[in-house]
């Protein structure tokens, strides 16, 4: 997984809900809902974009809405 902040967008959303959690608290339901098949997978995923993130660190946990795709998506 590599995480990019600088590319072009490809959907419009609306954000519909926000959670504030700490990382060890993140469960498999969260895991899931992320496209993840484990709690562990996630977690690692998380670690290689956020290499400072441990047990205490607050994460947050947006849903979102899809509003529009973009047109010219990659």
């Known amino acids: 997984m590599k995480c990019r902040y600088n590319d072009p967008p490809v959907c419009l959303v609306k954000i519909v809900s ?5 990382f060890s608290e993140l469960g498999e339901e969260d895991a899931r809902l992320e496209g993840f098949s484990s709690t562990e ?3 690692e995923a998380l670690r290689e974009c956020y290499e400072n993130i441990n047990d205490e660190t607050e994460v947050f946990i947006y849903r ?3 509003l529009k795709t973009a047109k010219n998506r990659p």
């Open 41 to 43: 997978e996630l977690k």
């Open 18 to 22: 926000r959670e504030k959690k700490r």
């Open 64 to 66: 979102f809405k899809l």
